[in-house]
């Protein structure tokens, strides 16, 4: 995601092509439809809420109850948020719609929808103050009924798979016909419930793969090979996404991803069992490499503070280029993208070690004993 909203402020694309028609690699796709990366997001979501459920359903531990999956998820999301929230009220200028002249009751109605996380209900709101913490509001909205969903996933796995399947394509479709495909008709919870079911579905058939009697070891070479198939199936839809055209004035690659995103949807859930079961140079060295692993312990707050960050640059003219578009200053642009992924690491870190590790370990507690500790 990260790179489809820098290259939404800076146009740099990055290609290398051997002949006119053969390139080596062309990564304009990930940086023009990287937003297909939101279905990884909310399948391993919906995944990582139910591999606990699913364990306990297969006897390898008992299974939370209701009061500490919350505590669990607001220990973990809450400080992040909340912090960033308040970074902007007093710094507007990182703001997507926010800003210091502002009235105050307006300003009061677009930060109380976004701590109660309904933020996603109102155009004017989805995007206003921290633009991708739409996403948020679907992932609390989903917590908040996820205890119902799991109980009846419990009681029957594939029917329940299918209805929160049918309930997300009917809604798509409802939308389709009734509104834009815009950031508001995209930021509908009921509209994602088939990437949750995929990931729900996904961290049950993970755990049930352990307790059936195959020796997977030898099976290694062909998941590696599906891992790969899976990730090449994701890049392709992006290729695809790309190369639709549904007519002037429409986005025709979101109206694709609107409507058939539970095609990258699955592809994750598969890469994800397979890469498991993988020969361990790809699901080791390639997959849990340090980088990678650094990269998802600070993805969190990365992917809270980056769009901020870039509001604020391009407002405060940093770099400097008297470009216009500024776009059109390559070098301007690298350099605006360099100080951007510096800028978001260093607070990423920082929050991360300081804040949400520690709340999320052991609540405010948490960060005095860390305190006491240094």
Not at 12 to 37: C, M
Not at 110 to 130: G, R
Request: aromatic share 18%; net charge positive.
């Amino acid at each position: 995601m990260f790179i489809f909203h820098l290259w939404l402020q800076t146009w740099i694309s990055y290609k290398l092509r051997l002949t006119d028609t053969f390139w080596l690699f062309n990564f304009e796709p990930f940086q023009q439809y990287g937003y297909v990366a939101l279905d990884a997001f909310f399948m391993l979501s919906g995944f990582c809420m139910f591999y606990p459920v699913a364990r306990a359903m297969f006897g390898e531990c008992k299974e939370e109850n209701v009061i500490t999956f919350y505590r669990k998820r607001a220990r973990r999301i809450l400080p992040s948020y909340l912090l960033i929230l308040l970074i902007i009220f007093f710094l507007p200028e990182a703001g997507q719609v926010v800003s210091a002249d502002m009235p105050f009751i307006e300003k009061a109605k677009h930060y109380l929808m976004h701590i109660f996380f309904v933020h996603n209900f109102s155009s004017d709101t989805v995007m206003s103050i921290v633009p991708t913490a739409w996403t948020m509001a679907i992932e609390v909205q989903f917590y908040l009924i996820f205890p119902l969903l799991k109980l009846l996933f419990k009681k029957n796995v594939y029917l329940t798979f299918f209805g929160m399947g049918a309930v997300g394509v009917i809604t798509r479709l409802i939308l389709l016909s009734y509104a834009d495909i815009d950031q508001f008709a995209q930021a509908n919870t009921l509209g994602y419930f088939d990437i949750f079911a995929i990931g729900m579905l996904a961290s049950y058939i993970l755990v049930m793969m352990r307790h059936k009697n195959i020796d997977w070891t030898k099976l290694r070479i062909p998941m590696t090979v599906l891992a790969l198939v899976c990730l090449v199936g994701a890049y392709q839809f992006m290729v695809f996404m790309g190369r639709t055209n549904l007519g002037e004035n429409i986005d025709s690659s979101a109206y694709v991803r609107f409507c058939w995103r539970f095609i990258p949807g699955i592809f994750f859930a598969v890469f994800v069992i397979a890469a498991t079961y993988s020969v361990k140079f790809f699901g080791k060295t390639i997959c849990g490499n340090k980088f990678f692993v650094f990269i998802s312990g600070i993805s969190y707050n990365f992917y809270l503070v980056q769009q901020n960050v870039n509001i604020f640059l391009k407002k405060v003219g940093v770099p400097y280029t008297t470009a216009s578009p500024v776009m059109n200053d390559r070098q301007a642009m690298e350099g605006f993208s360099l100080i951007a992924i510096v800028i978001c690491i260093v607070y990423s870190v920082l929050v991360t070690k300081y804040i949400e590790k520690p709340i999320s370990a052991g609540g405010i507690r948490g960060i005095l004993n860390k305190k006491d500790k240094s």
